[in-house]
């Protein structure tokens, strides 16, 4: 029997793990989960509020104060903070070095496309792009199918790696893999330097070293003379790969009970409690009880909610009933693109400010069941959940553990 | 705006489908000078989106003789000049319940009397032959059905029409019919590509513009009565059936399922709509055709849906018959009309000469153009026989042999495995490598968009819907056309929304995870600009 299982890898999954660990070091932990979640697709800054101007956390208030449903308004404001401290003090420890000083502004990075974007807070693969200056140089890859630095706009280089056997067919990881090898961060500075001209900064795509990434940034910055930064790539995403590395190997080290590739079948109840969850394993399900639970499967990309033709939405663990539109017409604008996003961003099962999911009576549908992460409802009419992705994650998750290590 | 350039020829077809570029070549190879003007690439109308059967004439054979003869000799003809365009998956009917056995021997007798051959084939056979079909299957019969891939065909003609000197004008919009002492004269086009006008002067016109005939037959002053019979088709993931099924009862709704390439497509619907471009398809219909659907391939719902398309059937539907008919009327059910065709003549409206082809189904598109040649020949004076039914098609330097039994990915997957300097996959659901799509390009003319390029290629029609291969693409676009940032950018958006459009009404299960996450790549990792509207309708 374990004190708190954590069901899900994503963001909110992981970051329930560690800040459990936090609160009690000598809980017993389990995680388990399907598969790597959110990390590995996301670009893996920290977008608490993308929108917002001035100070991140008063308008993450002032959301609150209008969308009393909003998971940031059931976390609550000091969730939120607390989550954002502990995260960057953690991501530091793991040589991420994600910022949360207050007050929290929203900062600037750049895309592959040239297009800006404003998270909240950054890993340092990322941060180089404060000091861009008048003339970043992007660099790309000749015949690299992932990122065509031309469309970055501005100035740009392609140069030929120093990878002999067949150079195209490579993941940003496999890239990644190479520039954890202090000889290949020098050749390529080293091809590079022709190019360099009066280049204010240069941007690479986000494959700067996997395990040593903070070296290689080094390294390069040293050779180049100018800062480094990184731009996100199509997945996988290595900054996304690198937090969940980092934080695996975190629990790992803390004695966290870490079960990525086993799938959930469905949870176990006694009454108004939970006693455990099913895994599908080959012969037989396999129990693990637990004095609490936290779901942190994600929503509809996530994988933690289902969907069919009919226009039918289910939770698919505990059965949580979902807050969705049956009408499938609805569930997608005519532009995908569209600003205001979609309707079926919002799905999501419904939560009190215990994060205990609610039943279709609205009352609580375990006393130890617990929701973290994009799994739960955001109101129709709030921003679009895309630009609060790991803040949201991060804030539920804060309030879940508070909550779950009440338990008896 | 340029000056107006001129053309001169004998005959002007309008429309760039498979009648279209059946009369093209037909007129070509009687010896005669002809300019085809298509408004978008040729067979995107209603060409390109039907499901790809080519028919025996069965679906016919109880209530429309007239189309089931005619098909069941064209499709002889096909197989005969065309082999290349054709996959020979034969056909079935068969029976499930809740069919109406009492429909059988009437079907059988219409077959017999058109001469569509039929043979029982057992259960135990069927199963066989297709593990997955409904074993509740009573009663079942091969026809000589083939999958038909009208993209091949409709290029194929143009190209054989070229080489008697027949004129392909692509992105070419008819903006006014010229006419003058009681005659069509000719008309005046506007190329699409840069607002450049051509004058085209001829001595008649044929009007094949399919959904869009009637609006050609305004520009002459003439008022045809069409209806528009809208019909959707959805293509799953999984390739479930190798031979082609047709339900054995009166035509309905999701009664055909045809093997298509690497997926399986069920068709389809057939509605009534006021305009031939809307193309807008209900949630609903995409479920009534997966529960269609499911009665002959009980595990259809298991695979992913990848595709919805629409495509509008330009029927005629003359007044005088629609008054005279007794029962069943047109009404919502456009399947009541003849699947027949008619070539209308618009002298009455001092338009001698043009001719608007309504009705008429891709199976039998050489024998429309031929009826079609004949009469403009007449009126042109022009002693000329046809010879299309005999003159086989120019075939791809891949083709072999007679037929094509079954598709198979081996042809591009040999290319990839002995050539692995060309292993630089772009698309990687289709197997499209990055010297496929530069090659593409360069023998595209200028301003090529990434959905033509789809269209040669498959680019982005894989279960991702170019969620990964969309930034590529438009990457290798960028380098290879040389184009400036923005405008491979805009090329990025506009292919993201073209593919969302089709694959919206599909958005559940997995192939809604896939949207989730391709829209998360383009909002968040890549940032890609939302369309404007306006500024996309200029540039369309």
Known sequence: MDDLLIIGAGWAGLSAAAFALHRQPNAKIRLIAQGIGSPIVTPGWLSVLDSAKGDVLAAVRDLITRHPDHPYALAGAPALESALRLFAQISTEIGLGYRAELPLHNTHVFTALGASQTPASLPIGYQGAAQAGAQPLFVGFAGWRDYYPALSGGRFALITPPISNRPWDLTPTDYARHFDQPAFCEAVAHALKPHLNDATSVAFPAVLGLAHHAETLQTLQTALDVPVFELPTLPPSVPGTRLFNGLRRYLLDRRVRLQVGHPVGCGVLDGKRVVGVEVIAAGKPQFFGAKAVILATGNLYGGGLFSDDYGRVWEGIFGIPVQYTADRQQWFNAHMLDERGHAVHHFGVRANTHMQPLGADGEPLAENLFVAGHIMAHPIGAPSPFEMAEGVALATAYRAVESALMQP | ?540
């Not at chain 2, 209603?46 to 499901?51: L, N, Q």
């Not at chain 2, 002298?347 to 050489?366: E, H, P, Q, W």
């Open chain 2, 1 to 540: 705006m340029q000056a107006a350039t001129s053309l001169n020829c004998d005959v002007l077809v309008i429309g760039g489908g498979a009648t279209g570029a059946g009369v093209l070549l037909d007129l070509a190879q009687r010896g005669l000078r002809v300019v085809l003007a298509e408004q978008n690439d040729i067979a995107t109308g209603t060409s390109g989106r039907y499901h790809g059967l080519l028919h025996s004439g069965g679906r016919y054979a109880v209530r429309d003789p007239e189309s089931a003869r005619e098909c069941i000799e064209e499709n002889a003809i096909v197989r005969r000049i065309a082999p290349h365009t054709l996959e020979d998956t034969g056909g079935w009917f068969a029976a499930f319940p809740p069919d109406d056995p009492e429909y059988i021997p009437h079907w059988l007798a219409g077959c017999k009397a058109v001469g569509i051959p039929t043979e029982s084939v057992t259960l135990a056979q069927a199963l066989k032959e297709e593990p997955h079909l409904n074993p509740k299957a009573y009663a079942i019969y091969r026809v000589p059905d083939a999958a038909c891939d009208s993209f091949e065909l409709v290029h194929t003609l143009t190209e054989a029409a070229a080489a008697f000197g027949g004129i392909t004008l692509n992105y070419h919009r008819v903006c006014s019919i010229e006419k003058a002492g009681g005659k069509v004269i000719g008309a005046l086009l506007e190329n699409r590509r840069n607002g450049a006008q051509v004058r085209v002067h001829a001595g008649a016109v044929v009007n094949a513009a399919g959904p869009w005939a009637g609006e050609i037959a305004k520009m002459a002053g003439a008022d045809i009565h069409m209806t528009h019979d809208r019909g959707i088709m959805v293509a799953m993931n999984v390739r479930w059936v190798n031979t082609i099924i047709n339900r054995l009862a009166t035509p309905g709704d999701g009664d055909i399922l045809v093997p298509v390439g690497t997926v399986c497509v069920i068709g389809t619907t057939s509605v009534v709509i006021d305009r031939p471009d809307d193309l807008d398809i209900p949630a609903e219909e995409v479920t009534q055709m997966l529960d269609a659907a499911e009665v002959m391939i009980p595990d259809f719902r298991k695979a992913r849906a990848l595709r919805a398309w629409a495509g509008v059937r330009p029927l005629y539907d003359p007044p005088q018959k629609r008054e005279g008919e007794a029962e069943g009327g047109v009404g919502e059910d456009g399947r009541f009309i003849t699947r027949s065709f008619r070539a209308l003549s618009h002298a009455d409206v001092g338009a001698a000469g043009m001719l608007s082809i309504v009705g008429g189904k891709l199976t039998t598109y050489r024998q429309m153009a031929e009826k079609i040649a004949d009469e403009v020949c007449q009126y042109l004076g022009v002693r000329a026989v046809c010879r299309t039914a005999e003159t086989a098609l120019p075939k791809p330097s891949w083709f072999s042999g007679n037929s094509r039994r079954l598709h198979s990915m081996t042809h591009r997957l040999h290319q990839l495995e002995h050539a692995p300097t060309h292993n630089n996959l772009i698309c990687e659901c289709e197997i499209v490598t990055r010297d496929q799509l530069e090659a593409a390009i360069k023998a595209s003319p200028e301003g090529v968009s990434l959905d033509d390029l789809r269209r040669d290629l498959r680019l982005g029609m894989g279960p991702c819907q170019a969620g990964f291969c969309g930034y590529r693409a438009a990457g290798v676009l960028g380098e290879t056309a040389n184009l400036p940032p923005a405008e491979s950018i805009a090329a990025l958006a506009t292919f993201i929304q073209e593919r969302f459009r089709g694959n919206r009404p599909l958005l559940w299960g997995h192939q809604l995870r896939q949207a989730l996450l391709d829209e998360m790549i383009y909002r968040r990792a890549l940032g890609v600009p939302s369309l404007q509207p306006e500024a996309h309708a200029t540039s369309d």
